[in-house]
């Protein structure tokens, strides 16, 4: 079994910086991929970025690249999000994932195994 927690959301002004935590417990090493989706009110749980443990391959949604960064620490066992020049639009909770597997596709909410409960993340204009 495997715990994901999140945390590090809050309530910050467009284009300020904000840097997410899931900290992943249990059998961490059966996971070997982590991901970050986001889910708005109203709207359908969508694809953030996501990486590969053992290599460190990086994935991204369209609307993140360039502001957005996922990042590992195998040691401590932590998989990170830093969100940078955030806009409105971001507002939203977000929502690690670790799945067992290496092959999957990293957009596909039913390839992951396990989930975090969510944390808020809000950008004021």
């Known amino acids: 079994q495997v715990q994901l927690v999140e945390s590090g959301g809050g309530l910050v002004q467009a284009g300020d910086s904000l840097k997410l935590s899931c900290a992943v417990s249990g059998r961490t090493f059966s996971v070997a991929t982590m991901g970050w989706f986001r889910q708005a009110p109203g709207k359908e749980r969508e694809f953030v970025a996501a990486i590969r443990w053992s290599g460190g391959i990086t994935y991204y949604a369209d609307f993140v690249k360039g502001r957005f960064t996922i990042s590992r620490d195998n040691a401590k066992n932590t998989v990170y999000l830093q969100m940078n020049s955030l806009k409105p639009e971001d507002t939203a909770v977000y929502y690690c994932?670790?799945?067992?597997?290496?092959?999957?596709?990293?957009?596909?909410?039913?390839?992951?195994?396990?989930w975090g409960q969510g944390t808020q993340v809000t950008v004021s204009s």
């Open positions: 994932a670790a799945d067992r597997g290496e092959s999957g596709r990293v957009d596909l909410q039913k390839v992951y195994d396990y």
